[in-house]
């Protein structure tokens, strides 16, 4: 399968995932990313027939509302943690850590349509746990071809890190990280799905990534 990244401001990525009746959409970029969205999907010639997010920090639903405008039929779809903050409802769940939220959480006004877990499809993807970065981000993993949608688990911006805290290459997304231990553990977690590819909230796409995502763990403990 090819990966389909979107990318706008050369640092926040959207991709479009091929599916059987149309096209996933795994996030939305910042306000006024849409119409290159729409754009890339025009190009590949098929609908996005719905869209997945990660998780809701502000460059990753960014533009959601107008593309649920644009695309009425299709769902939206994000784990039920993170809806919570798609709606600015910042309160913290009794058994998780009480580390302050950091990043924007901009919400929208689309509600989802539905809301996954772990262990739940979207299209072909699988659905993956991957909290710390926020309270509710996960990855997906398409086993077709083993790519892993690992969202801000990851950057590969200026080099391959986790986002356990910031990275002097990419500062930016660690210092949106909510809590760094849990951020660790899930990038541990991903690494264990040993990916053919990875394909990043921020960064170009890396194939064969095992070793980059090691060395990156062991900066980031
Ligand atoms: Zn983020």
């Given at each position: 399968?090819?990966?389909?990244?979107?990318?706008?401001?050369?640092?926040?990525?959207?991709?479009?995932?091929?599916?059987?009746?149309?096209?996933?959409?795994?996030?939305?970029?910042l306000?006024?990313?849409?119409k290159?969205?729409?754009?890339a999907?025009?190009?590949?010639?098929?609908?996005?027939?719905?869209?997945?997010?990660?998780?809701?920090?502000?460059d990753?639903?960014?533009?959601?509302?107008?593309?649920?405008?644009?695309?009425?039929?299709a769902e939206?779809?994000?784990s039920?943690?993170d809806?919570?903050?798609?709606?600015?409802?910042?309160?913290?769940?009794?058994g998780?850590?009480?580390?302050?939220?950091?990043?924007?959480y901009?919400?929208?006004e689309?509600?989802?349509?539905?809301?996954?877990?772990?262990?739940?499809?979207?299209?072909?993807?699988?659905?993956?746990?991957?909290?710390?970065?926020?309270?509710?981000q996960?990855?997906?993993?398409?086993?077709?071809d083993?790519?892993?949608?690992?969202?801000?688990?990851?950057?590969?911006?200026?080099?391959?890190?986790?986002?356990?805290?910031?990275?002097?290459?990419?500062?930016?997304?660690?210092?949106a990280?909510?809590?760094?231990?849990?951020?660790?553990?899930?990038?541990r977690?991903?690494r264990a799905?040993?990916?053919?590819?990875?394909?990043?909230?921020?960064?170009?796409?890396?194939?064969?990534?095992?070793?980059?995502?090691?060395?990156?763990?062991?900066?980031g403990?």
């Amino acid at each position: 399968m090819p990966v389909n990244r979107i990318t706008q401001l050369s640092f926040v990525n959207a991709y479009l995932v091929e599916e059987d009746d149309g096209l996933t959409l795994v996030d939305t970029l910042l306000p006024r990313g849409h119409k290159r969205i729409l754009a890339a999907a025009a190009t590949l010639g098929a609908p996005i027939v719905r869209i997945a997010l990660t998780h809701a920090h502000g460059d990753h639903i960014g533009s959601l509302d107008k593309l649920a405008a644009a695309l009425p039929g299709a769902e939206v779809l994000i784990s039920g943690r993170d809806a919570r903050l798609l709606r600015k409802d910042k309160t913290m769940d009794p058994g998780e850590p009480q580390s302050k939220l950091k990043g924007g959480y901009p919400g929208a006004e689309t509600a989802p349509t539905a809301t996954f877990t772990a262990g739940d499809r979207v299209g072909s993807l699988q659905v993956h746990a991957a909290p710390g970065h926020t309270p509710g981000q996960v990855a997906f993993l398409d086993p077709r071809d083993g790519t892993l949608y690992c969202a801000d688990s990851y950057s590969t911006l200026g080099g391959m890190a986790t986002t356990a805290k910031p990275y002097l290459g990419f500062p930016l997304v660690g210092s949106a990280t909510w809590h760094g231990p849990t951020a660790l553990e899930s990038a541990r977690a991903l690494r264990a799905l040993d990916p053919a590819r990875l394909a990043p909230g921020h960064g170009k796409v890396v194939e064969a990534p095992g070793a980059a995502m090691d060395r990156a763990i062991a900066r980031g403990a």
